[in-house]
């Protein structure tokens, strides 16, 4: 870090109640690059003088700009936090004003929300409920739909220079605070999985799926708003780093939720997040991308050892900065393709074992769950939660349902990536059609039919609120008429007690033959 100039006059001045009209203390916030002043209903944000490999404050007139940006940027996703870029002015006097005067230095002005609030709060409070994380999976997907694309992509290339400038940050970093050969093993790894990825990130860029994004998509950067979460503080100073393959742009929250040990939530995400885009041969970019995201944040927060105030402060940062260069090496390993069916009658718990199954299989976030009510729903062109009457339950759309699934695991498949196909599976000729995708494929498949009696399924169903799938009592009954047939190597499981005990029960059934985390 270099920096240029002092800034202590202007600091000291937004430092004070008076500067803003309050009668309350400011709190202030540093990060490396930024002081964030917190004055009544009001945020201030202040670009610090500095230059790092990765960005450039060190003029006011280039602050100016990239307050410019950052104002226009973010309200794309966060319009109502946004208020205005203001001047910091030098009067005839001396002093120093807000909006007046020549001015010295610049601010972004914004709406100031609660700290708890922040998705980063909810995750360490355990209050990331599964309504929230699809709506935020939504959210994500429909600001990427509506992303700038990029036609002069260079797509390879960008994700070369990202790599390259991991490992510029992180080698100029004072005192080599992350070792040397953890350092190599990682820029080594990498390069050799770019290599192998070259051509489907060539074609993912001509595809248009090389957008400008977010670019710092964690979870400090999302809070709570009017009920809803919003994506706030995208990456604003270099428009180069904020156009990225949309996966890359996801892959931050991912990481950031499997790094707190939060692997239920980020597979939820994920999987939210593709079906709601129809993701499958991107998904092998997916290890990388998780990777690059974590080797960011070990080089960032081992530069804001700098920042902290005593010892033990600097020294948790780091702590933090080799754990995240730990993670960035282990995310390398490619999981291994497999196919596993979760089948059982509506009511049966399919949905929720498959889905607690998920991210304890391969590596982050998990496999990639297909479940035929959500695809009903893709189909039939509406939202995952609406209704569909009882005339979209046809033999032909059951059909066209099962085939979309079976070629979206292909595709799946096919990237390298595990699938868990979620359906009721209770027709001989279905189960026998996923058995032979596996085959075709060539990867191991294992099969599990889910049997609670009509009871418990009726009860099931009847309770069931904000799910993708329809069936209701008459549908239970209807599928207890039909034989299901001779399930052959299907793993019957238990599935009469609650979701902890069937997950025990599955895992007890799939026995070695599918690893679980």
């Avoid at 490396?32 to 944000?45: E, N, S, T, V």
């Avoid at 790894?189 to 192998?196: E, I, M, P, W």
């Avoid at 885009?277 to 998780?290: C, K, N, S, V, Y």
């Avoid at 070990?298 to 804001?304: D, F, I, K, L, Q």
Wanted: proline fraction near 4%; hydrophobic fraction near 45%; glycine fraction near 8%.
């Amino acid at each position: 870090m270099t920096t240029f100039g002092s800034q202590s006059d202007v600091i000291a001045f937004l430092s004070e109640p008076s500067a803003y009209g309050v009668s309350d203390l400011v709190k202030r916030i540093d990060t490396h690059a930024a002081i964030i002043f917190l004055a009544g209903d009001r945020a201030y944000k202040l670009k610090r003088a500095v230059r790092y490999p990765y960005l450039d404050f060190s003029s006011a007139e280039k602050r100016r700009l990239v307050c410019k940006a950052e104002l226009a940027l973010n309200r794309r996703t966060a319009p109502d936090l946004y208020l205005e870029v203001c001047s910091i002015g030098r009067l005839d006097d001396g002093s120093l004003a807000l909006g007046q005067g020549s001015p010295v230095d610049w601010l972004i002005v914004m709406r100031r929300f609660a700290a708890k609030d922040l998705l980063d709060a909810m995750a360490r409070e355990g209050r990331l409920e599964p309504k929230l994380l699809r709506e935020l999976a939504d959210g994500i997907s429909r600001f990427h739909e509506l992303a700038e694309i990029e036609t002069h992509h260079d797509a390879v290339g960008r994700v070369r220079s990202v790599i390259e400038g991991n490992r510029v940050s992180m080698a100029k970093l004072p005192g080599m605070p992350l070792a040397a050969c953890d350092r190599a093993r990682l820029f080594t790894s990498s390069l050799v999985l770019l290599d192998q990825l070259t051509p489907l990130l060539a074609r993912r860029g001509e595809a248009g799926l090389v957008r400008h994004c977010h670019g710092d998509l964690h979870l400090g950067n999302i809070c709570m708003w009017q009920g809803k979460p919003v994506l706030f503080d995208c990456l604003e100073f270099d428009a180069g780093l904020a156009t990225s393959d949309l996966l890359y742009d996801l892959a931050f929250l991912l990481m950031d939720l499997w790094q707190r040990g939060l692997r239920d939530e980020a597979s939820l995400v994920f999987n939210r997040y593709c079906d709601r885009r129809a993701e499958t041969d991107g998904l092998a970019a997916m290890p990388l991308f998780l990777s690059m995201r974590a080797a960011v944040r070990a080089h960032v927060e081992a530069r804001g050892s700098d920042l902290q105030p005593d010892v033990k402060g600097r020294k948790d940062k780091l702590v933090t900065a080799r754990r995240y260069l730990a993670s960035a090496v282990g995310f390398l390993d490619r999981p291994e393709p497999r196919l596993l069916a979760v089948g059982g009658l509506s009511g049966s718990g399919k949905s929720t074992l498959a889905a607690r199954l998920a991210p304890r299989i391969g590596t982050a976030p998990g496999v990639r769950l297909l479940r035929t009510d959500m695809l009903r729903k893709r189909l039939a062109g509406v939202d995952p939660e609406a209704h569909l009457p009882e005339s979209a339950y046809t033999r032909e759309t059951h059909d066209a349902v099962y085939a979309a699934l079976l070629e979206e695991a292909r595709k799946t498949l096919d990237a390298g990536w595990p699938v868990i196909v979620d359906a009721v599976f209770d027709f001989p000729a279905t189960r026998a059609q996923v058995e032979a995708l596996a085959r075709a494929v060539a990867v191991p498949f294992s099969g599990l039919w889910l049997d609670a009696p009509r009871d418990l399924l009726h009860a099931r169903v009847g309770t069931r609120r904000g799910d993708a799938s329809d069936a209701g009592p008459a549908v239970v009954d209807k599928q207890l008429e039909r034989d299901v047939g001779f399930l052959g190597d299907w793993q019957c499981v238990d599935a009469r007690g609650d979701a902890q005990q069937t997950l025990e029960h599955a895992i007890a059934a799939l026995g070695s033959e599918c690893p679980i985390g």
